[in-house]
T-cell receptor
């Protein structure tokens, strides 16, 4: 079974600074997808960024980027120029190729301080 | 843009009561999902429907049933609610998943907070 581990239950960062959230996963698969979702206090789950395992290039979406290390099974999220609106729970998720069962980590609560 | 709509948003049940959570999406997505979220844990998949007419068990299906009524609607039923099913329930949909060239992210509803006394 696939497992996703987020080792940082809580983190904080000053506004405008950079923060990195960690995620590791365990799988024997070679093809899969990785995601970071954001859940603000409104409770809605919002996709932040995704990575396909067969792509070596790290995904980037504006201020959000990932460091995907396939051999190490690591998928960290970097948020640059943090904004107050980035305050939320962040979930790392894994999905096997050709399978609809997405597995989530326990989440990291990020607080951006003014 | 409605996206994924869940009803109700809140519900309190007594142990043993039955309840159906409704979910509808207006994005013409093929795949739909039901998750539960418990404190200190990520979302766990209960059931999913890869396409209209099909349903499959996820990670935690016990105590639940689902119906994919049509392409738009996917309901989750608790036949005899138990306190262990107190949770926040999320419905999600996606265009297609699991293929190399057409994997799409899941779009989530706002959740249903369900308490069972």
């Amino acid at each position: 079974a696939q497992t996703v581990t987020q080792s940082q239950p809580e983190m904080s960062v000053q506004e405008a600074e950079t923060v990195t959230l960690s995620c590791t996963y365990d799988t024997s698969e070679n093809n899969y997808y990785l995601f970071w979702y954001k859940q603000p206090p409104s409770r809605q789950m919002i996709l932040v960024i995704r990575q396909e395992a067969y792509k070596q290039q790290n995904a980037t979406e504006n201020r959000f980027s990932v460091n995907f290390q396939k051999a190490a099974k690591s998928f960290s999220l970097k948020i640059s120029d943090s904004q107050l609106g980035d305050t939320a729970m962040y979930f790392c998720a894994f999905m096997r190729y050709n399978n609809n069962d997405m597995r989530f980590g326990a989440g990291t609560r990020l607080t951006v301080k003014p | 843009n409605a996206g994924v709509t869940q009803t109700p948003k809140f519900q309190v049940l007594k142990t043993g009561q039955s309840m159906t959570l409704q979910c509808a999406q207006d994005m013409n997505h093929n795949s739909m999902y039901w998750y539960r979220q418990d404190p200190g844990m990520g979302l766990r998949l209960i059931y999913y429907s890869a396409s209209e007419g099909t349903t499959d068990k996820g990670e935690v299906p016990n105590g639940y049933n689902v119906s994919r009524l049509n392409k738009r609607e996917f309901s989750l039923r608790l036949e005899s609610a138990a306190p262990s099913q107190t949770s926040v329930y999320f419905c999600a949909s996606s265009e297609r998943t699991g293929t190399r060239y057409s994997n799409q992210p899941q779009h989530f509803g706002d959740g249903t907070r369900l308490s069972i006394l």
